[in-house]
């Protein structure tokens, strides 16, 4: 199971302030905070692509890299899952962490040429074309996992997951057919970083993994509010019967 | 089998069981390890089965299959105790001789004997033979004797003593001890401190807490594992249960893979036998401990083998690792502290609390103490399963143990420690194998793969096909790992084509840093070096390839040129008619010549040409 990192959203529950050393300025932190919070509540700007604050961190896309320890005796680990503790000694952006972060960066510019937040990411790093191969040059799903992530955490049904192994890794429904768990909340579109997930609504209907949903029209306005399965679903997890949610929020 | 009670019941049982037995009764031990299964060892003991109905010894002749003798280059393997004889390529059809000569007559049979392919010197007694003399067998010690199916075979050879030991006259923290002491890393391939890792575990706050033992073994040529759990699996059940008494765990896992059906089934039964007399379950030989113990199989991803992987796997979650801190010995199984070490790591800890913390740290080198299980492949004469003192060198391994290089070719490379282990040329022949010495070379022991390679191995194909057996097994998870080992597999086959550049060469070790440094788990890490120490070592042919476009190896296809010699050929047809592209022409009874455009590189012309007049370069 995933570390639970503690975020900004959980400051109350963080164990004791302890003192490190970020890029050579002594800060204080709670202890086991991820590296990457305390970072950035302290103006050290680390870039990141796979990290959303609502969802556990598992380190996908290796950008928030940070160099850890004294020379020589230093190591690279993920900002994002590694836990803040006492006398830690911490570059955000040191030569081998940005060599490390241009390339993860040229690796992903030939996995998705086409894709907005990476050539704009890349560019910030001096990187404005790749030196790789690039296999499809439509591609642009960066298997970040924020979908797969979102699904099961937030909305809870595990509706997509990871498929495969490196060659054709992607993000999928189980045996890539209509899933019978997903309720079409579209939540995995909207916190995609690249859009990639192709999504459509017309006529009251919303398509989404291969299957269509039929929406719920508010009971005021006559507005969509959300798929049916998706008030269902809230229902289910609230208790409440399903009718209190025909009305949308602008109404209510 | 009775339950044990008490010591006293185990300690006179096992009286018995040894004053029962005739130490000088005539024994056939047929090895029915993973080298010999497949070349008939069943078919070999049916027929002594019944050779020996036929002759009235059943009764007096007592017929084993065992696991793995060592040396499965003479598969099938018989060994006839008391006298220690060895015999070698034993078929069905040599059982009536062996039976007649050896077991009657109490002669040898000569032909079926070791000989020495250099010497032509013969030995027919194990100990005589070099294979064995260089050896220091502790985890295969019982191995070749033992019935794995039989608790009595191993508890005639003092199997569960340790366990007595342990639970009854040492304390949690005298078991950690005596494993911290012994030296012993963990044999995996990470080479952790394992006293240190239980020590941690046990130090942890969160209960319960969990053993996993590791046998998930994947790499290509590697065998010691499942040689252990196929041959010995209650020696990896002891060890896991001392480790569970010094932890404080209450429940085990073994996870193995689903490819190994006859390791799964022995451990399966050993476990069955454990827990019927009582070495498993509630209150383990009266002491109150209880812990059981439980098989989870794998299916088959090599990344599995990566302990926070295994842990996802076994949880019912897709088989990725994930970044660490948190370690297993933290935050494990469900979360909870969890000691996960590699079979041959559990197979050593019952002999170190046998014999003592001081005895095993005798062995080896400063700081890495005990023996190490290879599998010894490749281009050697003697290929098998081979156990050395940790800081014997290469060159004794490879010429003494494995009998030097087969067809008499010449060295070229040993691969240690599975696909993502380096690949260290003639000149470090001299090193002593232990973890960091094979570090300073640029290779890793890993779990103890050793696959030597002779001049006919193209060091670019070989790194190119270690690279694309990780592609095709990694995870995915992380950005360096999938997409760099895609670019690397892309370069090299640029390389193989003809089509490579030096520039992609920098490229290369640009990316193998950034991978090395930036990857989640240990397959990234070292994917990088097979691609690395061939690039050090090897980078004439590297450059062979780029600047001249050859394979001095005659190795990579598209780097070959067939063409007919005018002289010596006598216009035969017979490689016009094999070849598929329709790139062979000339007239009957003349010289042939090959269209260099339409040839497809396929070699069936110099398979057919039987006046060797087609000559590749």
């Given at each position: 199971?995933?570390?639970?990192?503690?975020?900004?959203?959980?400051y109350d529950?963080l164990?004791?302030?302890v003192?490190?050393?970020?890029?050579?300025?002594?800060?204080?932190a709670?202890q086991d905070?991820?590296?990457?919070?305390?970072?950035?509540?302290n103006?050290?700007?680390?870039?990141?692509?796979?990290?959303h604050r609502?969802?556990?961190?598992?380190g996908?896309?290796?950008?928030c890299?940070?160099?850890?320890?004294e020379?020589?005796?230093?190591q690279?680990?993920?900002?994002?899952t590694y836990?803040?503790?006492?006398g830690l000694?911490?570059?955000t952006?040191?030569?081998t962490v940005?060599q490390?972060?241009?390339?993860?960066?040229e690796?992903?510019?030939?996995?998705?040429p086409k894709?907005k937040l990476?050539q704009?990411?890349?560019?910030?790093?001096?990187?404005y074309?790749s030196r790789?191969?690039?296999d499809?040059?439509?591609?642009?799903?960066i298997?970040?996992?924020?979908?797969v992530?979102t699904?099961?955490?937030v909305v809870?049904?595990s509706?997509?997951?990871m498929k495969?192994?490196t060659?054709d890794?992607q993000?999928a429904t189980p045996?890539m057919?209509?899933?019978?768990a997903?309720?079409?909340?579209?939540?995995?579109?909207?916190?995609?970083?690249?859009?990639?997930i192709?999504?459509?609504e017309k006529?009251?209907?919303r398509?989404?993994?291969?299957r269509?949903?039929e929406?719920?029209?508010?009971?005021?306005?006559?507005n969509?509010?959300?798929?049916k399965?998706q008030?269902?679903?809230w229902?289910k997890?609230?208790?409440?019967?399903v009718?209190?949610f025909?009305?949308?929020?602008?109404?209510? | 089998?009775?339950?044990?009670?008490s010591?006293?019941?185990?300690?006179e049982?096992r009286?018995?069981l040894i004053?029962?037995r005739?130490?000088n009764q005539?024994?056939v031990?047929?090895?029915?390890?993973?080298?010999?299964?497949?070349?008939?060892?069943?078919?070999?003991?049916a027929?002594?089965?019944?050779?020996?109905?036929?002759n009235?010894?059943?009764?007096?002749?007592?017929?084993k299959?065992?696991?793995?003798?060592?040396?499965?280059?003479g598969?099938?393997?018989v060994?006839?105790r008391?006298q220690?004889?060895t015999y070698?390529?034993?078929?069905?059809?040599?059982v009536a001789?062996?039976?007649e000569q050896?077991l009657k007559e109490?002669?040898?049979?000569?032909?079926?004997i070791?000989e020495d392919?250099?010497?032509?010197e013969k030995a027919a007694?194990?100990?005589?033979?070099?294979?064995?003399?260089?050896?220091?067998p502790i985890?295969?010690?019982?191995?070749d004797?033992?019935?794995p199916t039989?608790?009595?075979?191993?508890?005639?050879l003092?199997g569960?003593?340790?366990?007595?030991?342990?639970?009854?006259?040492?304390?949690?923290?005298?078991?950690?001890?005596?494993?911290d002491?012994s030296?012993?890393?963990g044999?995996?391939g990470?080479g952790f401190p394992?006293?240190r890792?239980?020590r941690?575990?046990?130090?942890?706050?969160?209960?319960?807490k969990?053993?996993?033992c590791?046998?998930?073994e994947?790499?290509p040529g590697a065998?010691m594992?499942?040689?252990?759990?196929?041959?010995?699996?209650?020696?990896v059940l002891?060890?896991?249960i001392?480790?569970a008494?010094?932890?404080?765990?209450?429940?085990?896992?073994?996870?193995?893979?689903?490819e190994?059906?006859?390791?799964?089934s022995?451990l399966?039964l050993?476990?069955d036998?454990?827990?019927?007399s009582?070495?498993?379950?509630?209150?383990?030989?009266?002491?109150g401990f209880d812990?059981d113990?439980?098989?989870?199989?794998?299916?088959g991803?090599?990344?599995?083998?990566e302990e926070?992987a295994?842990?996802?796997s076994?949880e019912g979650?897709?088989?990725e690792?994930?970044p660490?801190?948190p370690y297993?010995?933290?935050?494990?199984?469900?979360?909870?502290?969890?000691v996960?070490?590699n079979?041959e790591?559990?197979a050593?800890?019952?002999?170190?609390i046998n014999?003592g913390?001081?005895?095993?740290?005798?062995i080896?080198?400063?700081k890495?103490?005990?023996?190490?299980v290879?599998?010894l492949v490749?281009a050697?004469n003697?290929t098998g399963?081979?156990e050395?003192p940790?800081?014997t060198?290469?060159r004794q391994?490879?010429?003494?143990?494995?009998?030097?290089i087969h067809?008499?070719?010449e060295f070229?490379?040993?691969q240690?420690?599975g696909p993502s282990?380096?690949?260290?040329?003639?000149?470090?022949?001299d090193?002593?194998?232990?973890?960091d010495?094979l570090?300073?070379?640029?290779s890793i022991?890993g779990?103890?793969g050793?696959?030597v390679?002779?001049?006919?191995?193209?060091m670019?194909?070989?790194a190119?096909y270690?690279i694309?057996?990780?592609?095709q097994?990694s995870?995915?998870?992380c950005?360096?790992?999938?997409?760099?080992?895609?670019?690397?597999?892309?370069i090299?086959?640029?390389?193989i084509?003809g089509?490579g550049?030096e520039e992609q060469l920098a490229?290369?070790?640009?990316?193998?840093?950034?991978?090395?440094?930036a990857?989640i788990c240990?397959?990234g890490?070292s994917?990088v070096?097979?691609?690395?120490s061939?690039?050090?070592?090897?980078r004439?042919?590297y450059?062979a390839?780029?600047r001249?476009?050859?394979?001095h190896?005659?190795?990579?296809?598209?780097l070959?040129?067939y063409?007919v010699?005018?002289?010596?050929?006598?216009?035969c047809l017979?490689?016009?008619?094999?070849c598929p592209?329709?790139?062979?022409s000339g007239?009957?009874k003349m010289a042939?010549?090959?269209d260099?455009?339409?040839c497809?590189?396929c070699?069936?012309?110099?398979?057919?040409?039987q006046?060797e007049?087609?000559?590749?370069?």
């Amino acid at each position: 199971m995933v570390w639970k990192i503690s975020d900004e959203t959980a400051y109350d529950t963080l164990g004791e302030e302890v003192r490190l050393t970020i890029n050579g300025v002594t800060i204080r932190a709670p202890q086991d905070q991820s590296l990457l919070v305390t970072a950035r509540q302290n103006g050290f700007e680390i870039p990141t692509l796979c990290y959303h604050r609502d969802l556990p961190s598992e380190g996908q896309c290796r950008l928030c890299v940070v160099e850890i320890g004294e020379h020589p005796r230093t190591q690279i680990v993920n900002s994002c899952t590694y836990p803040t503790q006492a006398g830690l000694v911490v570059q955000t952006h040191s030569e081998t962490v940005l060599q490390a972060r241009r390339l993860v960066l040229e690796l992903l510019l030939a996995r998705t040429p086409k894709a907005k937040l990476i050539q704009e990411m890349a560019a910030a790093h001096g990187v404005y074309e790749s030196r790789f191969k690039t296999d499809d040059p439509e591609e642009l799903c960066i298997l970040c996992g924020l979908c797969v992530r979102t699904c099961r955490e937030v909305v809870g049904v595990s509706a997509i997951s990871m498929k495969g192994r490196t060659p054709d890794k992607q993000v999928a429904t189980p045996f890539m057919e209509q899933s019978s768990a997903c309720i079409g909340c579209g939540s995995c579109a909207f916190v995609c970083p690249t859009n990639v997930i192709p999504y459509t609504e017309k006529e009251g209907v919303r398509t989404i993994w291969g299957r269509d949903f039929e929406l719920q029209a508010c009971n005021v306005c006559g507005n969509y509010i959300a798929p049916k399965y998706q008030l269902e679903h809230w229902a289910k997890i609230t208790g409440d019967p399903v009718e209190s949610f025909f009305v949308c929020k602008d109404c209510r | 089998m009775p339950r044990f009670e008490s010591i006293d019941h185990l300690r006179e049982y096992r009286r018995q069981l040894i004053a029962k037995r005739d130490p000088n009764q005539p024994q056939v031990l047929v090895c029915a390890g993973p080298g010999c299964l497949p070349m008939g060892s069943e078919e070999v003991a049916a027929a002594f089965r019944e050779e020996l109905e036929k002759n009235g010894l059943a009764a007096k002749v007592l017929l084993k299959e065992c696991g793995c003798h060592g040396l499965c280059a003479g598969a099938v393997r018989v060994l006839i105790r008391p006298q220690e004889i060895t015999y070698q390529h034993v078929t069905p059809e040599d059982v009536a001789e062996i039976v007649e000569q050896t077991l009657k007559e109490g002669q040898v049979v000569d032909r079926l004997i070791y000989e020495d392919l250099h010497t032509q010197e013969k030995a027919a007694h194990k100990g005589e033979i070099p294979f064995f003399q260089g050896q220091m067998p502790i985890v295969l010690r019982k191995l070749d004797i033992i019935d794995p199916t039989s608790l009595d075979d191993y508890l005639a050879l003092g199997g569960y003593r340790a366990l007595r030991k342990a639970l009854l006259e040492m304390k949690p923290d005298d078991i950690i001890d005596a494993v911290d002491q012994s030296g012993l890393r963990g044999r995996g391939g990470g080479g952790f401190p394992t006293g240190r890792k239980w020590r941690i575990c046990q130090d942890a706050l969160e209960d319960p807490k969990f053993i996993i033992c590791n046998g998930d073994e994947g790499d290509p040529g590697a065998f010691m594992d499942r040689a252990v759990m196929e041959g010995d699996p209650h020696a990896v059940l002891e060890g896991m249960i001392i480790g569970a008494r010094a932890i404080g765990a209450s429940k085990g896992y073994i996870y193995v893979r689903h490819e190994y059906p006859l390791a799964v089934s022995r451990l399966q039964l050993a476990i069955d036998q454990a827990r019927e007399s009582g070495f498993l379950g509630k209150n383990i030989l009266r002491s109150g401990f209880d812990f059981d113990i439980k098989i989870s199989r794998g299916a088959g991803a090599f990344v599995c083998g990566e302990e926070t992987a295994l842990i996802h796997s076994m949880e019912g979650f897709i088989g990725e690792p994930r970044p660490r801190p948190p370690y297993p010995v933290q935050a494990g199984l469900f979360e909870k502290p969890t000691v996960i070490n590699n079979v041959e790591t559990w197979a050593n800890v019952p002999e170190i609390i046998n014999l003592g913390a001081a005895w095993y740290a005798g062995i080896g080198t400063e700081k890495s103490k005990g023996t190490k299980v290879f599998s010894l492949v490749g281009a050697v004469n003697q290929t098998g399963l081979v156990e050395v003192p940790m800081g014997t060198t290469l060159r004794q391994i490879v010429y003494e143990l494995g009998g030097g290089i087969h067809y008499n070719r010449e060295f070229k490379a040993v691969q240690t420690g599975g696909p993502s282990g380096g690949c260290i040329p003639a000149q470090f022949l001299d090193l002593p194998v232990d973890y960091d010495s094979l570090q300073s070379v640029g290779s890793i022991m890993g779990s103890g793969g050793m696959i030597v390679m002779d001049t006919s191995s193209c060091m670019v194909d070989v790194a190119r096909y270690f690279i694309n057996f990780l592609y095709q097994e990694s995870c995915g998870k992380c950005t360096p790992c999938r997409e760099g080992l895609k670019q690397i597999l892309f370069i090299l086959d640029e390389i193989i084509h003809g089509r490579g550049t030096e520039e992609q060469l920098a490229l290369m070790e640009e990316l193998c840093a950034a991978m090395a440094s930036a990857s989640i788990c240990g397959l990234g890490k070292s994917a990088v070096n097979p691609v690395l120490s061939t690039m050090k070592y090897f980078r004439e042919e590297y450059l062979a390839h780029i600047r001249d476009k050859k394979c001095h190896a005659l190795v990579c296809r598209p780097l070959l040129k067939y063409t007919v010699d005018p002289e010596t050929c006598t216009g035969c047809l017979a490689c016009v008619r094999e070849c598929p592209a329709g790139a062979i022409s000339g007239k009957k009874k003349m010289a042939q010549e090959i269209d260099q455009e339409l040839c497809v590189k396929c070699g069936l012309c110099y398979e057919a040409c039987q006046f060797e007049a087609v000559k590749i370069e």
